[in-house]
């Protein structure tokens, strides 16, 4: 009788902490939600949970901590969303300005979240599995980007192929799929991203709109994609 009282004790005690944790990242969430990233002190966010300044120590050995948690439940909303609008039966080119709409709604629409997510040199990326939320993201991007490059390339073979067949030529070899991503897709990967971020900052902050004179990002977002992807195809 008196293990079963201990281990509901122990129980209860537990809730009670896992709802505590998730109250304080809750009240971080609203904080960066209404004022921005630089508003996350853990003394707001504590006065916000209704609990005592150092409560938060608890949970979170370290303000990085807290912040990281924070970061976390915003790639985890980003990828939802991104699950959402994917169509995996599209091209890969079509996906993946699918994701690059998403990203740039999401940087529009969660300003605070999507600045905190992004600033590593403020999170602890290693720990309470920020990175494992976070660098899949990069990782689809970048399995996208090496699809849709090798249809491009594959149908530059294909085109140089029956060319040398009507000349008489030997057409080349194909050497088959390679192992995972090309490292030219990660760097290709890595440009883009970096292109939309700027996109979605420099929009933000209105200096796209009046050095282009633009009212809509779209023809920036197809830009960008048609310089690191190449033209796309036009449907006869």
Same mark, same amino acid.
């Given at each position: 009788?008196?293990?079963? @009282?201990? =281990?509901d004790e122990h129980d209860n005690r537990e809730d009670h902490d896992d709802g505590l944790r998730g109250r304080l990242v809750r009240a971080g969430v609203e904080l960066v939600d209404a004022e921005g990233a630089q +508003?996350?002190?853990? /003394? @707001?966010?504590? =006065?916000r949970a209704g609990v005592s300044h150092g409560a938060p120590r608890r949970y979170f #050995?370290?303000?990085?901590?807290?912040?990281? &948690?924070? %970061? /976390?439940q915003g790639f985890a909303e980003l990828a939802d969303r991104l699950a959402e609008e994917d169509r995996e039966e599209a091209g890969a080119r079509e996906r993946i300005a699918i994701l690059a709409r998403v990203y740039l709604a999401y940087a529009g629409t969660r300003r605070g979240m999507y600045e905190l997510m992004f600033r590593h040199d403020l999170l602890e990326s290693g720990r309470l599995g920020l =990175?494992?939320?976070?660098?899949?993201?990069? &990782?689809?991007?970048? @399995?996208l980007v090496d699809r849709a490059t090798n249809t491009r390339r594959e149908a530059a073979t294909a085109t140089g192929r029956d060319a040398a067949t009507k000349s008489g /030529?030997? &057409? $080349?070899?194909?050497?088959? #799929?390679? $192992?995972g991503p090309s490292a030219d897709?990660?760097? =290709?990967a890595g440009a883009l991203w970096a292109n939309l971020h700027g996109i979605a900052q420099l929009w933000h902050?209105?200096?796209?709109?009046?050095?282009?004179?633009g009212?809509?990002? %779209?023809?920036?977002? %197809? +830009? $960008?994609?048609? %310089?690191?992807?190449? #033209? $796309?195809?036009?449907?006869?």
């Open positions: 009788m008196q293990q079963h @009282e201990e =281990r +508003a996350l002190s853990l /003394r @707001e966010i504590a =006065r #050995p370290t303000h990085l901590d807290l912040l990281s &948690a924070i %970061a /976390r =990175r494992e939320t976070s660098l899949p993201l990069f &990782a689809h991007l970048t @399995e /030529r030997n &057409a $080349a070899t194909d050497t088959g #799929p390679t $192992a897709a990660v760097l =290709r902050w209105g200096s796209l709109g009046l050095a282009t004179g009212t809509d990002p %779209a023809p920036l977002l %197809a +830009a $960008a994609l048609d %310089a690191h992807l190449g #033209p $796309a195809e036009v449907t006869p």
